[in-house]
Structures are given as C-alpha cells and as structure tokens.
C-alpha cells in the first residue's frame, strides 16, 4: 500500500507540476509575441512554442530556460513575511479612522478645527488659556455664527476633540506605515513589484491628508458655501473623494498584504497549492471571476453614493421603506427639480439632481444598494453550480459575504426609519467597509500567483518529484 501511495504522489505532482509549467510558458508565449521582446534570443521564443504542445518535461525545459535568460535582480522574488503583517495591520488603523471620521461627521464635529497644521497641529489645546483661544478661533467660523452660537467652551472641548483625534489618529497611521516601508525598500526585503505598491500607499496616505483639508475648507470659506447655496457643512463632493480615498487606501493594504502572504504560503505548502492552482485555472471559473469583479466595482460605487447621502442628509428624509413617502418613489418633479439646475439652458438639470438633490442620491442609494444584495445573492446562488472548482478559501468568504450584506442592508434600513441615530450610522458605515472586504478577499483568492512564484513552485515540485 505504501508503494502504492508513493506512485500516486509523484503521478499528482507531476500532473501539478505539468499545469503550473504550462502556465508560465504560456505567459513566455505571449510576452515573446510583443514587439517589445524581440530581443530575447530564439531557443527561448522555440522553447515557450514547443511547451504550448509538448508534454511536461519540455516544458519543464523551457520554464528553466526562461529562468536563464530572465535579467537578473538584487531585488527579491518574495517579500519579507514582515511586510504582509504591516500591511495588515495598518489597513486595521484604516478601518478605525473610517469609522472614527464617521463618528466625527455624525457628532458635527469635523468643521471644529479650523487650522490645518500637519506637524504642530498633534499638540492639543493644554490649558484652559488654550482651549480659549482655540474657541476664539471657531467662533468666526460660519458653522458657529450660524449654527452653534449657543455653544461654550465646554461643548467646544468634545467636538474638537472628536476632530483632533480623528486626525491624530491620520497622523499615527501615516508614521505606522511609511517608515517601515522605507526601512523594508532600503534593506531590499521586498520584491521590486511590492516596492511599487507600497510606495504608492504611501503617496496615496499622503494625498489623503491634502485631501481631508480641502474637505473641511469647503464647510468653512464662506464663498464657497454661497456658491453651493449650503449651510455650514462639507461639500458632498469633497466628502465621497475623502471617503473613497480612505477606501482605495485600505483595499490596496489588504490587497499588497494578502499576496505578500499569500506568496509566503506558496513557498511553505507548495503540494498544497498545487491543487489550488489547478482550480483557478480552469476556463470554467472565468466567469465567477468576472462576476466577483463586477461585484466589488458594485459595492465600491454602493459605498460612495452612501457618501453622498451623509454629505446631504438625505437620509433624513423619506423615513420609511420600502415606500418612499406614500409611492415607491417620489415624482418626477421633485426627483429633477429645476432649482437644482445653475445655468440657463438647464443643461446641468440631470447630474445636478442625482449629486445635489436629497430625495434623488437617497433613491439611487436604496436602488444601488438592492442591487448589491441582490448580487451577491446571485452569485453564490451560481456558484453551487461549479463548487467543485471554487478554492475554498474563495467560497469560505463568498458565504461570509452573504450573511454581511444581509446585515448591512438590515442597518441600512433601521438607520433610515430611526432618522439616522449615530450608534447605527457608524454601524452602516463600517458594515459597508466589511462587506468590501469580504468582496475584496473573494476576488483575491481567484488571482493566479506571480510568474516569478510559478517558477520557484515549479522548482519546489521538481525537487518533490524527485525525491519520491
């Protein structure tokens, strides 16, 4: 029996390692037909050609041979274990600053810092002579002449120090990430492709801080909120962008740090992966990929209109569901309202009423956000169809999936009937964040590895194969 078992090993391996090898040559084929490869020499073009026809031990040939004639690297083909948990970690930090900047946006507390000081701005008001000043300062604020003017030092104390810590919290995040990264780039423990990545993350923390600026200036210039025609409050614009710039952070972190360890996994369990690998290449698992896709484009777009809803208060309206007032959905008139419209042709009046407009961003929210149960539904309704392909840690959170956009599209509506209390509001916010998640790590699950990982696997098997 144990002959047995050894034979039927090396047959899985060999058949493992005949399918990552034919993947790598295939991605040689189709590299060598770009004109920009027309230098690489001709045993490798003849050697990519043979594999996509011959059997496993050409094409074991070629994929060394590729490795030959590949440029070599100072950088690594994988990334230190290290940076996968820091990218891990800080996309936690992100989490709780999404939620957090909800919480301040709720409490009315964004537009309490009117100064924007990057560096010297992490020191808190000490002394009462400092919190008077800083009160000072907010008192000529459109908010407080128009809104809070019954407010006193005290009142003043919580609603900065929502804001400032909201933005400590940036600050902390930003320090957290970036000197790590550079310190990982310096010494070379990254691969050149993750390098690349991780600079971007940062670039994108540091626009971000820019951008929450430009957010909060647009509640306190008073020329800008005549021109939108607005009481003291942040543009909704300015918001989504605040909003999906602090999202595209997050998902990049998950994404960078899911691969780095996900390569790490490779290394470790190569007979393991193997199978995997054989599931998500197959053809009839495209179209689940492309569904998956589609759905995490769905919830993105989902999420940002939620934006919109928050910057308008247009949840504060139309407090039943799934009856909007007494219709499903208001008139035509009140959807597309003219006073919406700034020019005189009223060229303006379509987009200006689905961005500006309360009753309309709250009827897109509700249609977008049916769609993305519905969707998510669907999918896995499909996916029984080909389960045996799926990979596991795939279905895994296609089904957690499923049981969060069933209690987000709950918050969703216990927030709306409520009016909006701040408890559930944070709770719908951060739910969709969680279910982008899910979606995410769904979508990454069905990535193929790098072709620099199918080559050290394809190594890995080799020397299994051999051993047995």
Known sequence: MAGVRSVQTAAGISASRAAINHSVSKSIWKKTSNPMF????????????????????????????????????????????????????????????????????????????TEWKPVTGSIPPLTEEDWLEEFEKYKESPEFKQLNSHMDVEDFKFIYS???????????????????????????????????????????????????????????????????????????????????????????????????????????????????????????????????????????????????????DAGLIYNTFPHMGDDWVPSANELFDPVYSRVKDQSDLWWRNMLENQATVQLQHRILATTSALSVFAIHMYSHKIKTIIPRHAYKWLNISMGIVSLQYALGICTLIYLVPTDLAAAHQAGALTLLTCVLLLVNNLKKPSRANLMILQKHLQQAATKK
Not at 39 to 44: A, D, G, K, L, M
């Open 38 to 113: 027309k230098t690489i020499p001709s045993r490798f073009f003849s050697a990519a050609v043979r594999t996509s026809n011959a059997a496993a031990k050409s094409a074991t040939e070629a994929t060394i041979n590729a490795a030959k004639v590949a440029p070599k690297s100072n950088w690594p083909a994988n990334s230190n274990k290290a940076v996968g948990y820091l990218c891990i970690g800080s996309s936690i930090l992100v989490f709780a600053i999404v939620v957090l900047g909800g919480l301040t946006r709720l409490t009315e507390s964004g537009l309490s810092i």
């Open 162 to 312: 929502m804001e400032w810590s909201h933005r400590l919290l940036g600050r902390i995040i930003g320090t957290v990430f970036v000197l790590p990264t550079l310190y990982f780039i310096a010494r070379k423990q990254v691969s050149l492709k993750t390098a690349g990545k991780l600079l971007g993350i940062c670039g994108l923390i540091g626009v971000q801080g820019a951008i929450g600026w430009w957010m909060v200036y647009s509640g306190i210039d008073t020329e800008l909120l005549e021109e939108r025609r607005s009481k003291p409050t942040v543009s909704q614009y300015r918001l989504a962008t605040h909003l999906g710039a602090a999202f595209i952070v997050y998902c990049a972190m998950i994404s960078t740090g899911f691969s780095v360890l996900r390569n790490q996994w490779i290394m470790k369990n190569p007979q393991e992966y193997a199978k995997y690998f054989q599931q998500i290449q197959s053809k009839s698992l495209s179209k689940f990929k492309f569904l998956s896709k589609g759905l995490l484009g769905l919830i993105f777009v989902t999420a940002m209109s939620g934006a919109f809803v928050a910057g308008l």
